[in-house]
């Protein structure tokens, strides 16, 4: 076991406490970092040999069991080669195990962790390992279901993948270099008419149809399992296959992408140093490509809000906490806030936008896409429970659904509710696009839980169900100033009143304070409990440089 500072049970250490770090101050860990390193280095100095041997074995547990699942266990920095690496036999594209395969929802029916355990899956999992490419900086993977262009749906090609997404490709540069295009990889689901047809290689050529890689059905698995297929620390990119076109705002306007030198290569790198900086995983570009929006947006945000599901990049962790649970209909915001409950930073590229067939989102019988397997009633039903899961569940302290009361459109005549045509509601522009209300400064002041989320509280203080604190007490110092400070101010009013001055027995004042504050009852502490409340309610609503200290 490594139990010297720079360790891996340092490192284990030095890891739990970013995360902890970052969730109660509310900033990147990376600007936590050197800090709290060196405040933990003199820790571990003086901590005792079976506290640091915990921490070892933690950390000694976890590459074991990174190492028989195939995975390389690197340190902080990302896992990186210098050339691109194959497989040394590589499978074909058509593996033996789909001959056999089992149906669909004998695989699907027990929910995302029974599908990935299920053999079948495994056996994929196996061949796709053996197929993709290794050792890239990047590598970029389009998910694509149903629009080889030679569909049920159209009959015509200019709705398929060569006439959106590999079309883009090809316009920025990424296809025209030999090296760039053997990073791209094309996942499609094993069960998808158009790959069992041959329609996808057919209209792919032979050079892209190498680059075909067989997966599994729905949109939030596939990143699943385009993620697994990767090392550990592997910069990986992802694209929905309907995309039009992919574009930079400059100058006042949408320009088209350089291709030589390729800027999307160049935004890729910049977004790998930028996780980097920040101590992020995940990143992507604008969600919208609306003119208004882009013209007063920064280069980069880092603060929360949705990580575009069509066009973005993340590091592969492989943690079964990043994994989304909810669905494929909102996929990209649970995988926006799991990745925020983790690293409390994802980064945005808001001058970047790409623009999609249809409307991301909302559900079309002709759409197809990977999703498409959904009826409209499922479409509806599945995106509602995903927003009520995350809303109630680990997500609940960084968004809200939206309620009638506060967020709903009135008319100015009328004070009624305003709808849309389809009856939904009219929102405040403070609702996103994607059903709920994201938690900021000002939003949570509409808040009206009960429970303080200050300081160093546990879990149970979290939630709006505990009713009994079970750590450290923000009030209870709190409190004793409000008290202290009142009581001063009442003594120098009686010196002003008997004309006398008492500085140099201030230390004295204090004592009898301090004895007075531990004999006094719980009911005449109440009303200093009360006032304090008022206090910390106000301050937590603050800005984190203007916020009082308790």
Same mark, same amino acid.
């Given at each position: 076991?490594?139990?010297?500072?720079? /360790?891996?049970?340092?490192?284990?250490?030095?890891?739990?406490?970013?995360?902890?770090?970052?969730?109660?101050?509310? *900033?990147?860990?990376?600007?936590?970092?050197?800090?709290?390193? *060196?405040?933990?280095?003199?820790?571990?100095?003086?901590?005792?040999?079976?506290?640091?041997?915990?921490?070892?074995?933690?950390?000694?547990?976890?590459?074991?069991?990174?190492?028989?699942? @195939?995975?390389?266990?690197?340190?902080?920095?990302?896992?990186?080669?210098?050339?691109?690496?194959?497989?040394?036999?590589?499978?074909?594209?058509?593996?033996?195990?789909?001959?056999?395969?089992?149906?669909?929802?004998?695989?699907?029916?027990?929910?995302?962790?029974?599908?990935?355990?299920?053999?079948?899956?495994?056996?994929?999992?196996?061949?796709?390992?053996?197929?993709?490419?290794?050792?890239?900086?990047?590598?970029?993977?389009?998910?694509?279901? @149903?629009?080889? #262009?030679?569909?049920?749906?159209? $009959?015509?090609?200019?709705?398929?993948?060569?006439?959106?997404?590999?079309?883009? %490709?090809?316009?920025?540069?990424?296809?025209?270099?030999?090296?760039?295009?053997?990073?791209?990889?094309?996942?499609?689901?094993?069960?998808?008419?158009?790959?069992?047809?041959?329609?996808?290689?057919?209209?792919? #050529?032979?050079?892209?149809?190498?680059?075909?890689?067989?997966?599994?059905?729905?949109?939030?698995?596939?990143?699943?399992?385009?993620?697994?297929?990767?090392?550990?620390?592997?910069?990986?990119?992802?694209?929905?296959?309907?995309?039009?076109?992919?574009?930079?705002?400059?100058?006042?306007?949408?320009?088209?992408?350089?291709?030589?030198?390729?800027?999307?290569?160049?935004?890729?790198?910049?977004?790998?140093?930028?996780?980097?900086?920040?101590?992020?995983?995940?990143?992507?570009?604008?969600?919208?490509?609306?003119?208004?929006?882009?013209?007063?947006?920064?280069?980069?945000?880092?603060? %929360? $809000?949705?990580?575009?599901?069509?066009?973005?990049?993340?590091?592969?962790?492989?943690?079964?906490?990043?994994?989304?649970?909810?669905?494929?209909?909102?996929?990209?915001?649970?995988?926006?806030?799991?990745?925020?409950?983790?690293?409390?930073?994802?980064?945005?590229?808001?001058?970047?936008?790409?623009?999609?067939?249809?409307?991301?989102?909302?559900?079309?019988?002709?759409?197809?896409?990977?999703? $498409?397997?959904?009826?409209?009633?499922?479409?509806?039903?599945?995106?509602?429970?995903?927003?009520?899961?995350?809303?109630?569940?680990?997500a609940r302290l960084y968004i809200r659904l939206p309620t009638e009361k506060s967020d709903q459109k009135r008319c100015k005549h009328t004070g009624g509710l305003l709808t849309?045509?389809?009856?939904?509601?009219?929102?405040?522009?403070?609702?996103?696009?994607? /059903?709920?209300?994201?938690?900021?400064?000002?939003?949570?002041?509409?808040?009206?839980?009960?429970?303080?989320?200050?300081?160093?509280?546990?879990? /149970?203080?979290?939630?709006?169900?505990?009713?009994?604190?079970?750590?450290?007490?923000?009030?209870?110092?709190?409190?004793?100033?409000?008290?202290?400070?009142?009581?001063?101010?009442?003594?120098?009013?009686?010196?002003?009143?008997?004309?006398?001055?008492?500085?140099?027995?201030?230390?004295?004042?204090?004592?009898?304070?301090?004895?007075?504050?531990?004999?006094?009852?719980?009911?005449?502490?109440?009303?200093?409990?009360?006032?304090?409340?008022?206090?910390?309610?106000?301050?937590?609503?603050?800005?984190?440089?203007?916020?009082?200290?308790?």
């Open positions: 076991l490594e139990l010297g500072v720079g /360790g891996s049970g340092f490192e284990a250490m030095l890891s739990e406490a970013l995360i902890a770090a970052a969730r109660i101050h509310h *900033k990147s860990p990376a600007r936590l970092r050197r800090r709290l390193r *060196k405040a933990l280095s003199l820790e571990w100095h003086c901590m005792a040999m079976h506290e640091k041997m915990v921490y070892a074995a933690v950390a000694l547990h976890k590459r074991r069991i990174a190492e028989e699942s @195939g995975i390389q266990v690197g340190g902080e920095t990302p896992f990186r080669h210098h050339s691109l690496q194959f497989a040394a036999t590589r499978p074909p594209l058509h593996p033996p195990c789909l001959q056999g395969a089992p149906r669909v929802k004998e695989i699907y029916a027990g929910g995302a962790d029974a599908a990935f355990r299920h053999p079948f899956v495994q056996t994929l999992l196996r061949v796709a390992r053996q197929r993709v490419t290794f050792g890239a900086p990047w590598v970029l993977c389009v998910r694509t279901y @149903g629009r080889s #262009g030679i569909g049920e749906h159209r $009959g015509s090609k200019k709705s398929g993948i060569m006439d959106t997404t590999i079309k883009v %490709l090809k316009d920025v540069g990424i296809l025209s270099s030999p090296e760039l295009a053997l990073r791209v990889h094309i996942f499609v689901a094993h069960c998808d008419p158009h790959f069992t047809s041959g329609a996808y290689e057919n209209v792919l #050529g032979k050079r892209l149809s190498d680059r075909i890689i067989v997966g599994v059905r729905g949109a939030d698995l596939q990143v699943r399992f385009i993620e697994e297929c990767f090392a550990r620390g592997q910069h990986v990119v992802v694209l929905d296959d309907n995309i039009m076109w992919l574009r930079a705002w400059k100058s006042g306007s949408f320009q088209n992408l350089q291709r030589k030198p390729c800027e999307l290569n160049a935004l890729i790198l910049q977004a790998e140093r930028a996780m980097t900086n920040h101590g992020a995983n995940l990143w992507g570009i604008s969600p919208t490509h609306n003119e208004y929006y882009m013209a007063n947006s920064p280069e980069l945000r880092i603060s %929360l $809000g949705l990580v575009y599901g069509a066009f973005f990049g993340f590091f592969a962790l492989h943690e079964q906490g990043l994994y989304t649970r909810y669905g494929q209909v909102k996929d990209d915001l649970e995988r926006t806030l799991r990745y925020w409950d983790r690293d409390r930073v994802v980064l945005r590229f808001a001058r970047f936008a790409c623009k999609k067939t249809h409307k991301p989102g909302a559900f079309q019988i002709r759409k197809g896409g990977i999703s $498409g397997n959904l009826g409209h009633v499922k479409h509806l039903q599945e995106s509602s429970d995903a927003l009520g899961n995350m809303a109630r569940g680990f849309r045509v389809g009856g939904a509601p009219k929102w405040k522009p403070g609702v996103s696009d994607t /059903g709920v209300v994201f938690w900021n400064e000002s939003a949570r002041t509409q808040c009206d839980r009960k429970r303080m989320i200050l300081g160093y509280i546990c879990q /149970g203080c979290r939630s709006t169900r505990a009713s009994e604190c079970a750590c450290i007490d923000p009030l209870e110092r709190a409190s004793f100033d409000t008290f202290f400070v009142e009581s001063l101010a009442a003594v120098a009013a009686a010196e002003s009143l008997l004309g006398v001055c008492q500085k140099k027995k201030s230390r004295r004042i204090s004592m009898a304070l301090m004895q007075e504050w531990q004999n006094m009852s719980a009911e005449d502490r109440a009303n200093y409990e009360a006032l304090a409340a008022l206090g910390v309610d106000a301050a937590k609503y603050q800005s984190p440089r203007r916020r009082r200290r308790f």
